[in-house]
């Protein structure tokens, strides 16, 4: 089974819209963290956030929001006023300690294209 | 600038080859990592490491191989008994091996198959 999914494999949109990419996690531990990234067509990823299990708030940074939910198991991120820049492959993590040490997850990934 | 380094951009292999990708990190970081990426996939884990003279197989180990004599190096041979090497291959490290930390990433080799 996957332990982040990411259903939206692409994404389009006109720019300034406001665009939501969906991260669904699975897990059975208590404490874990869950990350975004952002992988550019240069192709590093580039880290954007960083969340533990315990932290609930939601955080906003600049045009950036993410929205973590416990009863859902989802930690969404919302672009808004998206631009042409950030047309980019997003994925979602997670990281919890396994039967054999850190384990870390990547999600499939979301293309998102931003049209100008 | 602190990063990751990755070289070749662009390596190709020939049939029976082995072919070495290079990882340099200037980030004082203690942990490791290589993933390899296939189109719509997400990342999968090859091999990593969390101190020098230490490193760990990962989900895909078979057919790569690596080494770790310096902090700063964590190169990754691909070999000949890696029959489907053509991926996008990717080095990570972070401060150490920990489920907290943020891995930092370079910006990639493309491995083709001549």
């Known amino acids: 089974a996957q332990k982040v999914t990411q259903a939206q494999t692409e994404i389009s949109v006109v720019e300034k819209e406001d665009v939501t990419l969906d991260c669904v996690y699975e897990?059975?531990?208590?404490?874990?963290?869950l990350f975004w990234y952002k992988q550019p067509p240069s192709g590093e990823l580039v880290f954007l956030i960083r969340r533990n299990s315990f932290d609930e708030q939601n955080e906003i940074s600049g045009r950036y929001s993410w929205n973590f939910q416990k009863s859902t198991s989802s930690f969404n991120f919302t672009i808004t006023a998206s631009q042409v820049v950030d047309s980019a492959v997003y994925f979602c993590a997670l990281s919890e300690v396994g039967d054999t040490g850190n384990q870390f997850y990547f999600g499939t990934g979301t293309s998102l294209t931003v049209i100008p | 600038d602190g990063g990751i380094t990755q070289s070749p951009k662009y390596l190709f292999r020939k049939e029976g080859q082995n072919v070495t990708l290079s990882c340099e990190q200037n980030?004082?970081?203690?942990?490791m990592y290589w993933y390899r990426q296939d189109p719509g996939q997400g990342l999968r884990l090859i091999y990593y490491s969390q101190i020098v003279n230490d490193f760990q197989k990962g989900d895909i180990a078979e057919g790569y191989s690596v080494s770790r004599e310096k902090k700063e190096s964590f190169p990754l041979t691909v070999t000949s008994a890696q029959k489907n090497p053509t991926a996008f291959y990717l080095c990570?490290?972070?401060?150490?091996?920990?489920?907290?930390?943020?891995?930092?990433f370079g910006d990639g080799t493309r491995l083709s198959i001549l």
């Open positions: 980030l004082n970081h203690d942990a």
């Open positions: 897990t059975r531990d208590t404490t874990y963290y």
């Open positions: 990570a490290s972070s401060i150490e091996d920990a489920y907290n930390q943020p891995q930092h």
